[in-house]
Structure formats: structure tokens, C-alpha cells
């Protein structure tokens, strides 16, 4: 009974930090519009109609273009650690340990968010939050390894 | 007994939107190489030796770059829809409410897409389909949060 | 309780897969620093400055813009992929049948990253490994389509 209930709590861990990263990425979309629309550049050309822009360039403006690379970072980070950490809540990790990392993942993940697409800072510290949620994908990866190998 | 097979139900709900979502996409995929051999443009000197193309610029043809950023689109929404929807439907959600929005959500997609990439219309049908996509994950997340609530 | 340990290995071949496809995308994302570095080609000015470079076009250079599309490429399949094999894992297929279909998935996507990002051959080597993985995913949906079937 105990174990059921850690199991949920668990799970619950998932679905915050799981729900948190997906409003971040929201957040980051919306603001390409917002971005968008401030610097008047569109790339669709049924886009143009509305905001009365020319330009139908295919190059992004600069601002356009870094909120999109902060955005394609999160897609190449988010959805596989999701996968990773969902496998490995249900491995029965140590509970304090699953909510210091799935906290501190979205934690990073938000301060890159923040350091890359609205106040860019000098370098490291976007490639600090980048690694560390990196070094946690890893660290659950090799940990479902270690728990799998039993049943291989 | 009644209670499991309700949980088969909304699996299956699931299993067949996230096939017909990959399919959606694997679509959009497929059809990046159709519109790049009808425009004669490619990128990698490897496909220009194929379809005898000399042009190796960096930049994409507006019309390949159309497709790839309805499936830029695609990246952005469904691999993140597919996880908060694969909690959910753990959550023991109404089943009508879950036909529902599985339902509604593959189907403003693949609206989405043929706006997007195929028959570009004015603004907003593009935008409703995006933003109803987004309001069903929100929605989603949120009744996680209150379901998972309890657990914490 | 042969059913259990039945189901624990396909979950240790979906976490060895899932973990090895995972550690590949960091390969890919890491690698576009260290050909970035090797080009001395930046986009984002923070991090000009620690490199020393002016160039803040834009625009990648074709070095960078080549790894990036695999790079791409891999989240446009993998994590799809990652969900509807979950999904297929719990439909209880044949050990032998689930263990050929997730090597040889994780298999093709190594070469067809080998082939696209780093050693660039002539074509249809890369198309081979992207048809075989497409087809994989495939083969599952509908495997989980017809499994489903009866609880819809």
C-alpha cells in the first residue's frame, strides 16, 4: 500500500514538471508571435496581410530567429527527457532524489529559456543550464540501464 | 472489471490519435522531398548529384520552406501533447470527454496542416487550429495538476 | 508471473533504445558546438565574444547548417517514435519480434546520422536508414491499431 502511494507521488512529481516544461514551451511560441508582430517581420504571406508588412523574405529577423533557436533547443531536450524521466519514475527511484532532479530540470530549463530568448547574458551561464539538464537525462538513462539490465 | 476495461477504452483512444498524429507527420516529412524535386532544390550536395541541381545555397526554396515550418509546427505541438494526453488518459478521465478532445485535437491538426502547408488561406484558420491545439493540452495539464494534487 | 517478466524485458529493450537514441541526439547537439568552434561561425553575439568572431549573420555556415539538419531530423522521428513503440511494448508482441524491431530501429538511426551529419556519402544511404526507421514506426500503429480495435 505504502509502495502504491509513493508510486503516485512519484508520478505526481512527473505531471507538475511535466505540465511546467510544456507551459514553458508554450510561452517561448507565443513570444515568437509577440516578437514578431513588435518587429513587424513575417514570413507567411497570409501572415503579411494582416500586419501590413512587405518583407517576405525567407531569413528571420534576429530577434525573430533567437526566440526560435531557444525554442528548437527545448525541442531537443524536452520531449526525450520527458520519455527518459517518465521510464525512470518507475523505477522506484529514491523519492527525495526524484524530486530534487525533476525540479532542478525544469529549473534550468527555465533560467536557459530566460538567458538565451529575453535577457541574453555573457556566456556561461546558458551553457551551465544546458548541460545540467543534459547531465541529468544522462544520469536517469544510466540509471533505467543499471535497473533493466536484471531483466534483459 | 468495468473499471478496466474503461482503461483499455480511453488506451486505445490514445494509441489510434497518436498513430494517426505520427502519420500526420510522416506525411509532412515525405512531402519536404516532393516539393524539393517539383522546385528542383535541394540542399545536400549528395541529393543535388541525383537530381542534377547545381544550386547549393544555404537558404530553402519559400515553398520547401513553407512545409518545413508546418512541420517545425508539428515538432513544437505533438510530442508534447502526446505526453501530457498519455498522463491524462491515466487520470481515469470521462470517456466521452476523452473521445473528445483526442478527437478534436488530431482533427484541428491535420486542419492545420493543410492551411499550412498545402492551401495557404487568410489568417486566422491557421491561428484558431494552433491555439485550439494549445487549449486542449492547457487543459489537459491543468486537470493533471488537480488530479495529481492529491498525491503530492 | 512468466506474463511479468515477460513484459519487464520489453521494457529493458525500450529503455536501452530509448537511452542509446537519446545519447545519440546529445552526440548531435554537442558535435554543432565543436564544428561551430572548428568554423569560428557563431550566431548568437554572447557567444562572439568568447570566441573572438564578427561574423554574426544570420545565416549558418553550411559545416554548422549540415549537422543541424540531422539534428532535425532525429526530432522528427525519434520522438515519435519513442511513444507509439511505448505503446506497441505494452501490447505484449512477441520478444523476438520486439527485440529485432527496436535494434534495428536504434541501428538505422546511428548510420543515417553517421551518413548525414559526418561522413557524407552519396545517395540512397541516407534515404535507406530513413525509410526503414518511417516503416518501423509504421509497422507498430498499426499493430496498435489492430490490438486496440476490440476496446474501441
Not at 510544456?22 to 516578437?35: D, E, N, P, Q
Not at 513575417?42 to 501572415?47: A, R, S, T
Not at 523574405?57 to 531536450?77: F, G, Q, T
Not at 520527458?82 to 529549473?107: G, K, Q, R
Request: glycine share 2%.
Amino acid at each position: 500500500m505504502e509502495e502504491i502511494l509513493e508510486q503516485a507521488q512519484r508520478n505526481s512529481v512527473y505531471a507538475y514538471n511535466a505540465g511546467l516544461l510544456a507551459i514553458k514551451m508554450f510561452i517561448v511560441a507565443f513570444s515568437t508571435g509577440f516578437v514578431r508582430e513588435k518587429e513587424k517581420v513575417v514570413i507567411n504571406p497570409e501572415d503579411a496581410k494582416i500586419l501590413k508588412v512587405t518583407d517576405l523574405s525567407n531569413e528571420e529577423h534576429p530577434a525573430v530567429a533567437r526566440v526560435k533557436r531557444a525554442h528548437l533547443n527545448d525541442l531537443e531536450n524536452i520531449p526525450i527527457f520527458l520519455i527518459i524521466s517518465l521510464m525512470w519514475v518507475n523505477t522506484a527511484p529514491d523519492i527525495v532524489e526524484c524530486h530534487v532532479l525533476m525540479w532542478l530540470y525544469t529549473f534550468v530549463r527555465y533560467v536557459h529559456t530566460a538567458v538565451y530568448a529575453y535577457y541574453p547574458v555573457p556566456q556561461p551561464a546558458r551553457g551551465i543550464c544546458f548541460i545540467t539538464g543534459v547531465l541529468i537525462t544522462l544520469y536517469m538513462i544510466i540509471r533505467n540501464f543499471i535497473y533493466y539490465a536484471d531483466f534483459f
